[in-house]
């Protein structure tokens, strides 16, 4: 999937959420982080908007990266959406610089 494929299929998947917060008890990184941006509601308006905007701050990005990719969201979302696709997604566009995260620093994998 090219970086334009994977924003056009972000964008539409994460506008299907209505922010309900059903998905957000099952969450095991929520209580961890400082705000919303650690939970999966966060994570789908954040990947969204990598996909329509192409720009995350350093702590949306920390928010992206700190997913397990568990699914136990999944289970509780009324309307299914593939969260943990939607955090891949998002991720891949910040690797491919499709996205960018000011104040974040790329790592190169060997």
């Known amino acids: 999937m090219t970086p334009e494929e994977a924003a056009e299929w972000v964008s539409r998947e994460?506008?299907?959420c209505m922010f309900c917060g059903f998905c957000e008890a099952a969450c095991p990184t929520l209580p961890l982080g400082p705000h919303r941006a650690y939970g999966p509601r966060g994570r789908v308006y954040l990947a969204g908007l990598a996909a329509r905007r192409g720009e995350l701050g350093a702590e949306g990005a920390?928010?992206?990266y700190s997913c397990l990719l568990?699914?136990?969201c999944v289970e509780r979302c009324p309307a299914r959406i593939d969260i943990p696709g939607l955090v891949r997604a998002a991720r891949m566009l910040l690797a491919e610089g499709y996205a960018r995260a000011p104040g974040m620093v790329p790592v190169r994998v060997l």
């Open 70 to 72: 568990c699914a136990a």
């Open 14 to 16: 994460s506008s299907r």
């Open 62 to 64: 920390a928010g992206i």
